[in-house]
T-cell receptor, first 111, second 115 residues
């Protein structure tokens, strides 16, 4: 089976750093994705990790530990526009191109 | 057009009616997907297509059907709508995996209400 866990909601202050965690238990693993989704809009791609370690992309970084079934998304210098839901998704491969999504973490950035 | 388009943007439908949600992409992606998104449940895969001419069932396929006659179009049909199918529906597409990578691009969504 597939199980992906993320916190439901988080609140952080403008200018601060926030870490959103994701743990997964899936049958097969070929990569982990993070997507951002603003209210009423479509998800948009943020990052992709297939090997252990940290991937940095501007203010956003994503970390993966395959042995622990664990990832996090790190957002630095938070801005009000970062208020959104952040979705963790696992690509299990095995001949299919499907992603399995977690339920998402709603981040509220406050002044 | 560029990317993925979905139609209609929103729809109110009487229970028991038939409805087709349209999805078109112009990126020549091989794979396409239909998800529904419900509060507290996240994105759940309904059906997918790895390439034109093939389709497969996702996590929640009951009450839905799809076809993939060509690369660009992937319509989703509700044969006889029920209130539990009230949701936001997203279509997505991805290129065939280049190595391990499989970024999916999402359409703007269709908000469907079944009364």
């Amino acid at each position: 089976g597939q199980n992906i866990d993320q916190p439901t909601e988080m609140t952080a202050t403008e200018g601060a750093i926030v870490q959103i965690n994701c743990t997964y238990q899936t049958s097969g693993f070929n990569g982990l994705f993070w997507y951002q989704q603003h209210a009423g809009e479509a998800p948009t791609f943020l990052s992709y990790n297939v090997l252990d370690g940290l991937e940095e992309k501007g203010r956003f970084s994503s970390f993966l530990s395959r042995s622990k079934g664990y990832s996090y998304l790190l957002l630095k210098e938070l801005q009000m526009k970062d208020s959104a839901s952040y979705l963790c998704a696992v690509y299990s491969g095995a001949g299919s191109y499907q992603l399995t999504f977690g339920k998402g973490t709603k981040l509220s950035v406050i002044p | 057009i560029a990317g993925i388009t979905q139609a209609p943007t929103s729809q109110i439908l009487a229970a028991g009616r038939r409805m087709t949600l349209r999805c078109t992409q112009d990126m020549r992606h091989n794979a396409m997907y239909w998800y529904r998104q419900d509060l507290g449940l996240g994105l759940r895969l309904i059906h997918y297509s790895n390439t034109a001419g093939t389709t497969g069932k996702g996590e929640v396929p009951d009450g839905y059907s799809v076809s993939r006659a060509n690369t660009d179009d992937f319509p989703l049909t509700l044969a006889s709508a029920v209130p539990s199918q009230t949701s936001v529906y997203f279509c997505a597409s991805s290129d065939s995996p280049r190595g391990w990578y499989n970024e999916q691009f999402f359409g703007p969504g269709t908000r469907l209400t079944v009364l």
